[in-house]
């Protein structure tokens, strides 16, 4: 809706400004957000979705100066494969899946670094990595970002009960913080002459290594 003028134009048809029209799209859009906070008697909520990374600008149109983002990165070749070994296909960059994938992580990379660097007093760079080798430290930090008090039981979440939602099954399996990454050292060095050239700017950039035996020939 926000993006299409067209939505605009119909609202100031009825005498109704594009400030004021913003302001009833962010109603709409959080009216179950709120709802669910309130009745849980909670302060504020969060909504954590992938696939806002290609609306972020949106976003923060609709809802504003008051918005914090945790900018959640990971390895990008570890999101490629697990993205690519479920079959899933985002966007419409390439035929081969692969590839297809490839470029697809890169854009969104790219699109949060540049929110990122943006908007740097409110958004908080989380690496994945880091959260999982040392949650106590890392979300600490966050919530210092968000200006809430430091609660340590959620190093403990698995041991309290929460609102059932679609990934919540396998949340209630999961005890304490488990790493799960370097799964993309499983890609062949075929596969990773196709999508290094795509994503090996973005890593560096993010700070993961290219150090692995695979890579020496890529570069040859």
């Given at each position: ?15 109704i400004?594009?400030?004021e ?9 959080s009216?179950?957000h709120?709802?669910f ?22 976003i ?8 914090q ?11 490629v ?8 296909k ?5 035929p ?16 949060q ?14 690496k ?6 040392e ?20 190093l403990?979440?698995n ?28 890609f ?16 560096k950039?993010l ?12 570069r040859?």
């Open positions: 809706m926000v993006r299409t003028q067209h939505t605009f134009a119909g609202f100031r048809g009825l005498g400004e594009k400030s029209a913003l302001n009833e799209i962010r109603l709409w859009a009216r179950h709120e709802a906070r309130m009745a849980q008697g909670k302060k504020r909520w969060a909504d954590k979705t992938p696939q806002y990374v290609g609306i972020l600008p949106e923060e149109e609709i809802f504003g100066t008051k918005t983002y945790i900018m959640i990165f990971r390895h990008p070749l570890d999101v494969y697990s993205i690519f070994q479920r079959g899933w985002f966007g419409d960059y390439d081969n899946l692969l590839v297809n994938t490839a470029k697809y992580v890169e854009d969104s990379l790219n699109k670094l540049n929110f990122s660097k943006k908007y740097p007093q409110r958004c908080f760079d989380l994945y990595e880091n959260l999982v080798s949650p106590s430290e890392v979300l600490t930090k966050m919530f210092d970002f968000l200006g809430e008090p430091w609660e340590p039981e959620v403990n979440f041991d309290f009960n929460h609102g059932f939602g679609t990934e919540d099954p396998f949340v209630r399996g999961t005890k304490g913080f488990l790493p799960n990454f370097d799964n993309w050292q499983a062949s060095q075929e596969q990773l002459s196709k999508i290094l050239p795509i994503l090996e700017r973005v890593i950039e700070g993961y290594s290219l150090d692995n035996s695979k890579f020496s020939s890529y040859e």
